[in-house]
Every structure is written in C-alpha cells, then in structure tokens.
C-alpha cells in the first residue's frame, strides 16, 4: 500500500509518521499520508519564502498565469485519472467528481487568464505629485481546505493566490488528501519553480495549526467549519495576517406558489442529494408559501424517494458519506426528529449490493420543522432537507435571516419585485433567483456573511483578497 509523502520546495519527502486514508464506500483503507508537523510547515514556509526571492518571485504577472494555464491543461489531460481519485477517495459518484475535475481546471484557467489583468490605479493629489497604487502578493499565503470539495477548494483558492504572485502552502483535509497530492505532482511538471506550491499532508490540530500561527505566513484562506475558522483566525490574528473565512451554511430556498414549481423541485432536491449533502452552500432548508406546501411537499416527497444511494464507483444519486463520524452525526439529528415527532415525508433507498462497511445515510425529507428547531438551525452536513411553512414574503425573510448563517439563498417566484426586494434582504453572499447553484460558478464572488464567514473566493473579486495595496507617492514638483 503506497504511503503518500509532503511536496516542499520541489522535492518530496517522507514523513516522520503516516495516516490512514479510509475508502468511504466500504471502510477500508486504501493508502497511507505523511502525517505533518511544525517542522515540515516550517519548512514549506522557508520553501515558500525562498521561491518569492528566487525564481517565482522574479516571473511577471504574464509567466505566472502562462504557469497556471499549463496546469490547467494538465489537469484536463489527467481528469479521469483524478476524478478517480477523487470519488474513491471522498465517496463521491464518479459523475460529480467528474465535475469538480472539470471545475477545477477552469479555476486554474480562469486565473490565469486574469494574473496580468489586475491593474492599479492612479490618484489625483496635490499639484507636484503622482500617485499610483499597485498590488502586491500578501507574501507566503497558507491554505487549509476541508473533505468536501478538495479539487474545487483547491483550485479557487490556490489559483488565485499564485495567480497574484503569493508562494503557497496547502494543508488538505487529512480525511481526503489524494487528489491535493496528484495535483502538486502536476504543478511540477507544469514547471512552476521550487517552493512556489508546496503541500503538507496531516491532522488539522497539528498540521493546520502550525500553519495558521505560523508567523511567516501573509494570509490564510480557510474553508470549513465555523468553530474551527474562529480557531484559525485567533492563531491568525496574534501576527495580525489577514484570513478569508469559507465556513458553514443553513442556505433557505424559498419557494412561492407561482414559481416554476417542476424545476424548482427537481433543482431543490438535486442540491441536497449532491455530494450527499455535505456541500456547506446546500439549500439545506426549504421555506414554502402555505398554500404550496402540502402539493410540493408531496413533489419533494416522490423525488426524494426515486434517489438512490450506492458506492462511488456505482455512480448513483448519492454516494456515502466521508467517515463514520461523520454518518454518526447525519444520524443523530435523524434520531432527534423522530424523537421530537417530526414528520419523516420521505426516504431513499440504499441499494442491497453496496458494499459492507461504507458510510452510507438515507436522504430524509423532513415535513413541519419549526424554524426554531435544531434541525432548522445548525448545519447537518448530509443529504437531509427540512420543510418550513411561511405564510407571506415577510415570514420568509424573517425565517431565511433566522439562523447563524448567511451563505447562499434561493428564491424562486415569477414575480420579479417579489424576489428582489428578498434578495436584497437575505443575509448571504449569493442569492439565485429562480436557478440554484450550490457555491455558485468559477466567475461568481462567493462567501458569507454572518457565522459563514468573510471574505470572498471566486470570481475577479476573490484576487484583489490575495494580494496587498501599495500607494506610491512620487513629488516631482
Ligand atoms: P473542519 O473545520 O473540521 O476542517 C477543515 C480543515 O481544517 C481540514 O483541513 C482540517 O484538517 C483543518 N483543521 C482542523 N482543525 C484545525 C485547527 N485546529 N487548526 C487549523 N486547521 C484545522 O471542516 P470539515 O469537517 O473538513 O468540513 C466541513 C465544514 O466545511 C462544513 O462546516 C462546511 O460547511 C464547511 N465548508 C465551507 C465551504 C465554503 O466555501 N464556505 C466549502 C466547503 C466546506
């Protein structure tokens, strides 16, 4: 069995002690990573450092996203190979690792396209002076990525930091670090110089916190969970380095009797079933006008119990879920709606031939769930969706504010006003009128307000968040 080892400063070294990597359809383990430490994150920051003086620090904006470009063509070369990797590793269907393979080469295109597009700015001031602005990388920028997506987190963070010129450490999620590993492999072939990409596989308590209170680190993008976001931001902040938080969501998609009632079924139920639910922008709460609900909770009901559930490879609705603590979790909020008498509309169906061993939960729609309950307000991270009655557009936003997040919101009505005036109410960093895409496209601005963090990835925007503003001031007289 192959034990994966870091990539620092373009070499790649053995670790002093492994992990197992556990496949989640049938509990096995499949390969072994190097379990980092402070000293491997001290030397990726060194390794990281070293590469801005030398080579990478010396390329323009134009050889940096020539860089990117040929990464991106490399990943499109090797897709089958890490949407494999990808689906054996995190349990997803291999059509949606698929996906994410395909969304991650256009991040690395998107940026780098865009690396020599980022232009400063010239100000008026006193007579005698020119003043212009440029931006700069934040230096040694540190990533830490969690289970769900890697490929795509990867690459909309770690594009976008190389693409203005940062030198990167990446920290995937322990549970989930095969498709990291294959992709620093191909940034090497793609030629980026030593030190520019370096990764550090190991637990987030050890590995990950070395990296966000490293003092030789000029930002942190994190993606996860709240808790652990607040955590790293408190390392964070005792060098005062600047974080962009990705963190949980509760997103609410709110749904009017006049809306095309077919796609928005159909849409709703597709967002919770994919990646079986553990995508933090899930519509993961759907509102419903009172005098919709029982006929499109019957819709979500005979959709929800078409959905099948079955191993990565076997590509169905809904693969298992990553871990076992993990399918614990999904399960005891199912064990507490039933405790609390809460209608279980509908479930799908596990197949009989999945493999023993895997982690696999059933997609539950849940009727009637007071917007107050524990099910309608913390993340449950599985394919499990909660129906809420709202009476008129004043409850809806009332009820979608409600919750410690403020991620993503769906709106579907055929009445414009209707929705925007919602749109511009609900607290989140992206709304979908009449369409949903859960975390939105490469070129969308996405991230949250309230618990689901600051700071935006994505997008033109997410580039100005990894680099600093220079002002020049020249008195020429
Ligand atoms: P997590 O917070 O447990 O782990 C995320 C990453 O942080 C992992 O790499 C982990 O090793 C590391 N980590 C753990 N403890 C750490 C510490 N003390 N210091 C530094 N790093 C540490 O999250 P998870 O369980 O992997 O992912 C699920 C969560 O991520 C959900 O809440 C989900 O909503 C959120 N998420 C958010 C987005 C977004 O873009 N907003 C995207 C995907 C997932």
């Known amino acids: 069995m192959e034990t994966h080892r870091h990539y620092i400063g373009g070499a790649w070294r053995d670790g002093a002690a492994s992990l197992p990597v556990i496949n989640p359809s049938d509990g096995q383990e499949m390969a072994r990573i190097a ?13 990281g450092h070293a590469a801005l003086a030398g080579a990478w620090g010396r390329l323009d904006a134009t050889a940096r996203g020539r860089l990117l470009l040929r990464l991106a063509d490399l990943i499109r070369r090797d897709a089958e190979r890490l949407a494999g990797l990808e689906s054996e590793d995190v349990g997803k269907p291999i059509g949606q690792a698929r996906a994410d393979t395909a969304a ?3 991040y690395f295109e998107y940026y780098g396209t865009a690396a020599d597009k980022v232009h400063g700015e010239t100000i008026p001031y006193q007579d005698g002076y020119t003043v212009m602005t440029v931006w700069e990388p934040h230096g040694v920028t540190g990533h830490i990525v969690p289970w769900n997506y890697p490929l795509q987190i990867i690459g909309r963070s770690v594009a976008a930091a190389l693409a203005m010129g940062n030198a990167v450490v990446l920290k995937p999620a322990e549970d989930t670090s095969l498709s990291a590993l294959a992709l620093a492999a191909l940034a090497e072939e793609a030629g980026f110089p030593p030190g520019a990409v370096n990764l550090v596989t ?10 966000s209170a490293h003092p030789g680190i000029g930002h942190v993008s994190f993606t ?18 600047p974080v962009t938080l990705e963190l949980g969501g509760k997103s609410p998609q709110i749904v009017f009797a006049d809306a095309d009632l077919d ?12 990646n079986a639910g553990q995508t933090c922008s899930a519509g993961s709460r759907v509102l419903i006008e009172d005098s919709l609900y029982p006929r499109f909770t019957e819709d979500l009901a005979r959709r929800f119990r078409a959905l099948r559930v079955g191993a990565a490879d076997q590509d ?5 879920v990553v871990n076992a603590t993990q399918q614990a979790r999904i399960t005891r909020y199912l064990d507490l709606a039933r405790r609390d008498g809460l209608p279980i509309l509908a479930e799908g169906q596990i197949g009989t031939n999945v493999p023993t061993g895997g982690f696999y939960v059933r997609p539950t729609l849940i009727g009637d769930v007071p917007p107050e309950h524990v099910l309608a307000q913390e993340e449950i991270f599985g394919p499990v969706l909660v129906a809420i ?23 579907w009505t055929a009445d414009i006003g209707r929705a925007l005036r919602i749109a511009r109410k609900v607290a989140s960093g992206q709304v979908f009128i009449n369409n949903y895409g859960a975390g939105g496209g490469i070129e969308l601005p996405f991230g949250g307000t309230k618990r689901s963090g600051h700071g935006r990835e994505k997008g033109f925007a997410a580039l100005y968040g990894f680099a600093s503003l220079k002002t020049i001031a020249i008195r020429h007289g």
């Open 389 to 411: 009655r709202v009476r008129d557009e004043a409850e809806a936003i009332r009820i979608a504010n409600a919750t410690p997040y403020g991620l993503v919101a769906g709106i």
């Open 202 to 211: 190991g637990l987030g308590e050890e590995a990950g916190a070395a990296l």
């Open 224 to 241: 996860g969970s709240t808790e652990v976001g607040a955590l790293v931001q408190a390392a964070a902040a005792r060098n005062a380095v």
């Open 316 to 320: 169905l609705d809904v693969g298992p």
């Open 104 to 106: 991650c080469a256009r």
């Open 263 to 274: 796609t928005a079924a159909a849409t709703i139920v597709r967002g919770i079933a994919q």
């Open 35 to 47: 379990r980092g430490g402070p000293a491997e994150i001290d030397a990726a920051v060194a390794a």
